[in-house]
């Protein structure tokens, strides 16, 4: 069936009328359709004296999850509103007529309205947009009021519909063809000869007297209307009778059999079999792996039998992408706040008009403040919620977002080259042969053939392979490539050979020749297929050729191994291009009624047009998906919110705003919706609504959405900056609608529960909180509530500066004069109008100006909002610049350093240091000491961190110092000559070690004055490291001895051990008296650490110890420390630690000459390795070790087998990193194993060759050039 057919809508609807009529008006057609739509009118006949002709639909409001029956008010609202719409019936006929039915007529007082169908296809979409909840929420758009849509927000007010299904059967049943169980083609009986009958599962064709029908699901009806002759009739029927439909786990084999292939599994009695994704009973393979080997390949259903099986409520397979579409959480929350945005009509930054009093309210003069207890203790909870509202500051930028760093799974080599060279008869061209073979020669799937599986023929010859002038030359270099592969017993090169000629033959379109070629890659393999992805291309391939070459027996054969493999494999269905498999997938579930299965076709149909574009082709299988999940006893579990937001995606292409919205609110209705999909939902409806909604207003039907929103746990529990905001939005949104509408108590209580619920840490910045809050008191002024208005006014004035005039002020003034012209107080409403009129006027006051400009630059820092915070100070800082008067530099040194540390932060280096700069230069120039030194400062960090320059740094050091020596802070100016020493220090030369000495020395001598012992215990330490970098030993111990007795003074035993370690480190990180720190770590830190229990020191001083025996060859007592670094490292946890002591450990006994227990912690170290590996330092690390072991086991050991297999994963490792220096290196070795040791020619003259060419490549002249040299030269010099 066309894709026009399907669409029962727009153009595709009058296709299918007209298609219907010309079935009906050519009985004698012969083709299956017409054959069916024949049956279809005789049948009709039969019938049609007690066939109804319509449908009543009753109507009917609801409240509730339970939905029962609504109060009388709203079922004479509903009553009211049909009355209109029966008047005026153009909007429901239009609707209806999207709904793919016709109206006939609209009882009000029943409230029922008539509809009737033309066509099957009609029937089945009305009852499919029926079941998954369609139509309820289609009549909602005509039936409710702004009012309602609004009141459905907390009330849950919606409408029902209902029909007699007995009816829409009888309509339907006509076209029936189900007889018993077995689904068959019938056609009518002529002149007396019986009823004909087809049946679709074998094709076995008969004739009966007067066949028993069954209803038939209009689904079905369809798609086996729309599948081809060759993929409808035939292989119907199972082939064994699995209890299971649906089948996953394990299962045993029934009896023995013998693989006829290497893509299928050898099987002996009671072996454990477990299920690879699914075993459907209804097809005759799945993918098993045996428990015992390991091994995987296809199984014959009717070989096994339950063990531990069980039904599956899942229909997808592991890895298996579910939905049809990513939305980035970030991206729909921008879009959905931006949207929000453009249509609020908030008070924003204009004055508020007052509004006329009634003729009662006039004849009041004065307002009289309510005397009721409870309303005044309502007011100052709001109070107190609205100061803890505002006490909130901005801390995260609002325009922050998070880019997710995606990595693809494969990085496939896209540069695969091979060079086809001229093929002379006779002459042997193995040798050019060897980059394919050693490309090809690979049981295992690895991504590069994944790139060169998905070439087309035409990209084949064109970028795969070069150096060809035609594809006859190609397929003659591949041809005897496939020979030389034969001949060389290279299967796995000789497979994939086979399938690339395949292609070519297929591009080319000789069929048969393709066909033996692909048979041939499925016989060539002596062992099992390990990679299912050729193993699927090739099903693929020669079920496309035997259905274009009528082979029935053999198109179903190999479908159902393809089939086996889409049921296993996630990836297997981005292979298939074309549909006829997944085709023949759902139609042998429909004949088996495997609801499972049907359930996992349509997804994979679904998916198929939809990675293919072909969308439109998608919706009839994302509907048969949600009716089968809206069954009342579903036999599988999915989700359904993703399929009713990509429905509405579709049905907005297709422009059915109807149906469209109605997905939309099924989706944000589905318990299953996430945070994304119901902002998709917003943003979706938000846009289409923009050409027919006013500006700045909202939708009222999105009320509901925005509620649910803003009501998911979702949202509430996620505390960071972009949901707060989000939430806030929503909440003011929300509030808007209800006051338009005049539910203003709803619209207050909405603003009070944001300012009741708001974090603590407030998201916005403070005008836009300011701006709630505005609107908060106005809603309070239409309420007659000004003395409550006037409170929150009151309170947000109270935030702003007092000398300090904005905009937003003269807007609270404003306000604040209407709530008390409400009140009655004349006199201060003229105060507060005349005050927000000043303000206007005031923004000549240059100073005050640039004030307001610097204090909101620095609002938005708070909020994060750098480029607006830099615009704004930018703004201040030439407002400063421009005035004369004195009096003003210290808030122009405050702006200065701000904007400069926003530079600094925005990576603006050179701007961040002309602010500082001109700030110190100003600081000097008003002899500001406490500007000048926090402008020095901030120089000394840019220097140090953010750019560092060591000569800047120690000049701006420098005069920090002299600063601080000025303000007489002992604590800062020894803290400061501490950091010149490290500066100095880190010179290097002899002249900077003296000056660290000396400022080491003076920051000693104040911090013995302080007696603030910690510090001058490390003073005396830092001051005997500085004299054994001038070699000056003599006094080291002195120095050192004197930090040991100050910490311990302290009786910190923190202290005391950090110190004790400092000084163990002194020797330890220098080239000289290196073995002094054994006596710090062993003799001293380490029984200390051992005392107080400090097991991450313990553990440090051991790795050091360790590390430092190990390198003063004390061999035998480094082990202790290793062992022990080792058990610690265990106790904790900590793998990194425990790699490292098994690797010294491992370095120790090959040391020591105990090779085996060298082999051991080596093997142990490996074992700890990550996997996979994740760089390329760990990959070399396994190069590095197996080519250790295998020179410990080959030189020392002397077992040459051992040493070679340890070689080969150096290798394998050296060939993953792409170290081509290792590769010779272990070429050249195994070279010699094999050559002198193993016997081996073959083996030996590979690898020989291997190293040769990789010595050619790294233009390495290699003396030993033979493996006999190679083995005279290495293993003479190991023995000797």
């Known amino acids: 069936m066309s894709t026009g057919s399907r669409r029962g809508t727009g153009s595709g609807r009058s296709r299918s009328s007209a298609d219907g009529r010309e079935q009906r008006e050519q009985p004698g057609r012969s083709s299956r359709s017409g054959t069916m739509v024949r049956s279809r009118k005789r049948t009709m006949s039969m019938y049609e004296d007690n066939t109804p002709t319509a449908l009543p639909l009753l109507l009917d409001m609801v409240r509730g999850p339970e939905r029962l029956p609504a109060d009388e008010e709203l079922q004479e609202m509903l009553r009211g509103k049909l009355r209109v719409l029966q008047a005026d019936s153009g909007e429901v006929t239009a609707l209806f007529t999207e709904l793919s039915t016709h109206l006939l007529s609209i009882s009000p007082e029943d409230k029922i309205i008539y509809v009737t169908f033309k066509t099957f296809e009609e029937i089945w979409k009305f009852n499919t947009y029926y079941t998954v909840g369609f139509l309820d929420h289609c009549l909602e758009s005509l039936l409710f009021d702004p009012k309602l849509w609004l009141q459905s927000v907390e009330e849950e007010v919606s409408a029902e519909i209902s029909f007699a299904q007995d009816t829409l059967d009888l309509i339907s049943k006509p076209s029936s063809c189900r007889r018993a169980r077995d689904i068959a083609q019938f056609e009518p009986p002529f002149l007396g000869s019986g009823w004909s009958v087809r049946c679709l599962a074998d094709g076995a064709r008969g004739t009966a007297p007067k066949p028993s029908l069954e209803p038939v699901p209009a689904f079905h009806q369809w798609f086996l209307k729309s599948c081809p002759e060759s993929i409808l009739v035939g292989d119907g029927k199972p082939s064994c009778s699995f209890p299971l439909q649906f089948a996953r786990g394990s299962c045993l084999a029934a009896e023995e059999y013998d693989a006829d292939g290497p893509d299928e599994l050898s099987l002996a009695p009671n072996d454990r079999i477990i299920i690879v994704g699914l075993l459907v009973s209804c097809f005759d393979w799945f993918v098993g792996k045996k428990e015992s080997s390991g091994e995987m390949g296809l199984v014959k259903t009717e070989l096994v039998k339950p063990d531990d099986t069980y039904n599956s409520e899942e229909v997808f397979i592991e890895g298996e992408d579910r939905t049809f579409f990513t939305i980035q959480e970030d991206k729909a929350i921008e879009e959905t706040l931006e949207l929000l945005k453009k249509k609020k009509q908030i008070l924003g930054h204009s004055y508020k008009l007052d509004k006329m009093p009634s003729q009662d309210q006039r004849k009041k003069i004065d307002f009289v403040k309510p005397d009721n207890l409870e309303l005044q203790q309502e007011r100052e909870e709001l109070k107190m919620h609205i100061q803890r509202f505002l006490s909130s500051e901005p801390t995260v930028p609002l325009n922050s977002k998070n880019h997710d760093s995606i990595s693809p799974s494969e990085t496939p080599n896209s540069s695969l080259r091979f060079f086809v060279p001229h093929i002379v008869e006779g002459k042997n061209h193995t040798e050019e042969f060897m980059p394919l073979f050693t490309f090809l020669q690979n049981q295992n799937y690895v991504p590069d053939y994944g790139e060169l599986y998905r070439l087309t023929p035409e990209q084949l010859c064109s970028t795969t392979f070069t150096g060809h002038s035609d594809e006859d030359q190609l397929a003659s270099f591949l041809s005897v490539a496939r020979e030389t592969a034969r001949k ?162 579709l049905y907005n292409e297709l422009d059915l705003a109807n149906l469209s919205a109605c997905s939309f609110r099924k989706t944000s209705l589905d318990p299953s919706t996430t945070l994304t999909e119901s902002l998709s939902c917003i943003v979706q409806l938000l846009s289409n609504s923009m050409p027919q909604q006013e500006p700045n207003s909202f939708p009222c039907h999105l009320a509901p959405y925005l509620h649910k929103v803003a009501s998911l746990p979702e949202l509430q529990e996620k505390q960071n900056v972009r949901h707060h905001v989000l939430s806030h939005h929503l909440t003011v949104c929300l509030s808007e609608m209800f006051s338009k509408h005049g539910m ?271 510090k001058e215990a490390y003073g005396w330490l830092q001051a005997g490291k500085i004299y054994h970098l001038l070699g000056q030993t003599e006094l080291v111990e002195l120095y050192i001895q004197a930090a040991q007795e100050v910490a311990l003074s302290t009786g910190d035993t923190q202290s005391i051990l950090s110190l004790l370690e400092a000084a163990g480190d002194i020797f330890f990180n220098s080239e000289q008296d290196r073995d002094k720190a054994i006596t710090f770590y062993r003799d001293r830190a380490l029984p200390i650490s051992t005392k107080a229990n400090s097991v991450h020191t313990r553990l440090r001083l051991c790795n050091k110890l360790t590390e430092l025996m190990l390198n003063l060859k004390m061999f035998g007592e480094a082990v202790e420390f290793a062992q022990t670094a080792l058990d610690i490292s265990i106790a904790l946890g900590e793998r990194l630690n425990e790699r490292v002591a098994y690797h010294r450990l491992a370095a120790l006994y090959h040391r020591l000459q105990q090779f085996e227990l060298a082999e051991h912690f080596y093997l142990k170290t490996l074992a700890l390795c990550p996997s996979p590996l994740q760089f390329d330092e760990e990959t070399l690390y396994y190069v590095r070790v197996y080519q250790m072991l295998g020179d410990i086991i080959f030189y020392d050991v002397k077992d040459p087998v051992d040493a070679a297999g340890y070689y080969h994963l150096a290798l394998a490792a050296a060939l993953d990193l792409g170290n081509k220096k290792s590769q010779l290196q272990l070429c050249t070795r195994l070279a010699t194993i094999y050559h002198n040791f193993l016997m081996d020619r073959e083996s030996s003259l590979f690898f020989y060759q291997r190293a040769r060419g990789l010595a050619a490549e790294l233009n390495i002249r290699r003396v030993n050039i033979s493996p006999e040299q190679a083995h005279s030269s290495n293993y003479s010099t190991k023995t000797q």
């Open 744 to 1014: 203003l108590d709803r619209a207050v209580q909405c603003m009070h529960e944001l300012v009741e619920s708001s974090p603590s840490a407030q998201s916005l910045p403070v005008s836009q909180v300011n701006s709630a809050l505005i609107w908060l008191a106005w809603l309070h002024i239409e309420k007659s509530q000004p003395d409550v208005a006037l409170d929150v006014l009151e309170l947000v004035l109270a935030t702003m500066p007092e000398h300090c005039t904005s905009p937003q002020e003269g807007e609270v003034l404003n306000l604040c004069g209407v709530a008390l012209c409400s009140m009655g107080d004349l006199r201060r409403a003229v105060e507060n109008y005349e005050a927000a009129i000043e303000i206007c006027q005031e923004y000549e006051d240059l100073p005050n100006w640039a004030v307001a400009q610097a204090n909101l630059g620095l609002l938005c820092l708070k909020a994060g909002a750098s480029a607006l915070a830099q615009t704004h100070l930018m703004e201040a800082l030439q407002l400063f610049s421009e005035l004369d008067a004195e009096g003003h530099e210290q808030s122009f040194i405050t702006v200065l350093l701000e904007l400069g540390k926003l530079y600094v932060r925005r990576g603006q280096m050179h701007y961040g240091k002309e602010c500082y700069e001109w700030a110190l230069l100003l600081s000097i120039s008003a002899k500001l000491l406490d500007c000048e030194l926090g402008a020095t400062s901030q120089l000394c960090r840019l220097y140090s961190s953010e750019s560092p320059d060591q000569t800047q740094c120690i000049v701006y050091s420098l005069h920090q110092l002299q600063l601080l020596q000025r303000t007489g802070d002992m604590v800062q100016t020894a803290e400061a000559l501490e950091t010149l020493s490290q500066l100095y220090l880190s010179l290097s030369t002899h002249k900077a070690y003296q000056a660290a000495l000396d400022y080491t020395k003076s920051s000693l001598g104040m911090f013995i004055d302080m007696g603030v012992k910690e």
């Open 488 to 649: 060389k017993r290279l299967f796995w090169s000789q497979t994939r050979i086979c399938f690339l000629l395949g292609k070519l033959c297929v591009g080319r379109s000789k069929f048969s020749q393709a066909r033996v070629y692909f048979e041939e890659a499925l016989s060539v393999p002596r062992e099992g297929f390990a990679d299912f992805r050729l193993l699927t291309y090739i099903y693929y391939n020669l079920s496309k050729i035997y259905l274009l070459q009528k082979n029935t027996e053999s198109f179903f054969a190999v479908t159902e191994r393809l089939v086996a493999l889409l049921m296993g494999f996630s990836f297997c269905l981005e292979i298939v291009e074309e549909d006829f498999v997944l085709k023949h997938i759902l139609k042998k579930a429909v004949l088996a009624n495997n609801k499972q299965a049907e359930a996992r076709a349509s997804f994979l149909l679904a998916k198929h047009y939809w990675e293919r574009k072909e969308k439109l082709e998608a919706i009839p299988y994302i509907e048969r998906l949600l009716v089968l999940s809206c069954e009342e006893a579903p036999t599988f579990s999915i989700s359904p919110s993703c399929g009713y937001l990509t429905l509405a995606g």
